[in-house]
């Protein structure tokens, strides 16, 4: 094992600190920066290892409690939306629903998705706002991600993101979430405070504890 301060952060690319170290999963790092907690990026998953995660789903948009569950991050940023607001709901997985939602109330969206939905052009197009639902923790580098989500805003558009915050460090060996293969990387409220100044969002909301809304700048 190298010094734990050889590892940069996959956000801000910050020295990182060995946080917790677990036999099987390998070894996770927090940064000092900007508070972001990720996983030794070789203990990564490979994208077909991902892809067969994914596909065990079983989302849909006839399943009301899945819709429920989007609702947590749909109905706070809808009240934020102008009439007729357009947008991309970004990670869509197997079975893509939220775009649905949206339509249903009027905003015209759009979805992608890596894996079962990788249409190009719809990265190329700038909206209202674009979601990111149970998708963040996936990011293996999310500073990248998270600057390619910016770009696709409008000014005055906002960013929805919904992910479980990272708990206190006592918690973090049994949380279930990290027992997820595929989630690598963690976020704390201090993480998004960092993602709001450095990437020019001048307003940053949590209307729900697993959600965080970033408004970009006029």
């Given at each position: 094992m190298g010094d734990p301060g050889d590892h940069a952060?996959?956000?801000?690319?910050a020295a990182g600190d060995l946080y917790y170290a677990d036999p099987r999963d390998g070894e996770y790092f927090r940064c000092?920066?900007?508070?972001?907690?990720?996983?030794d990026p070789g203990r990564h998953p490979s994208l077909e290892t991902e892809k067969a995660h994914y596909g065990t789903h079983q989302n849909s948009p006839g399943d009301a409690g899945y819709r429920r569950f989007l609702d947590q991050l749909w109905a706070p940023l809808r009240e934020r939306l102008a009439p007729g607001a357009s947008g991309l709901d970004y990670g869509s997985g197997p079975g893509p629903t939220?775009?649905?939602?949206?339509?249903e109330d009027g905003?015209?969206?759009t979805h992608y998705d890596p894996f079962f939905a990788p249409v190009a052009s719809r990265l190329e197009r700038r909206y209202d706002f674009v979601?990111?639902?149970?998708?963040?923790?996936h990011f293996h580098q999310p500073g990248r991600e998270f600057a390619?989500?910016?770009?696709?805003?409008?000014?005055?558009?906002?960013?929805?993101?919904?992910t479980l915050p990272l708990p206190d460090a006592p918690e973090f060996a049994r949380w279930h979430y990290r027992a997820d293969p595929t989630h690598v990387v963690f976020y704390s409220a201090r993480v998004f405070e960092w993602i709001q100044s450095a990437?020019?969002?001048d307003r940053l909301e949590f209307p729900h504890?697993?959600?965080?809304?970033?408004r970009a700048g006029r």
């Open positions: 952060c996959t956000l801000c690319q000092g920066n900007c508070g972001l907690v990720w996983l939220l775009h649905l939602m949206a339509r905003h015209p969206c979601t990111c639902s149970e998708t963040a923790e390619r989500l910016r770009g696709m805003l409008r000014p005055g558009g906002w960013l929805g993101v919904m990437l020019s969002f504890p697993r959600v965080a809304l970033l």
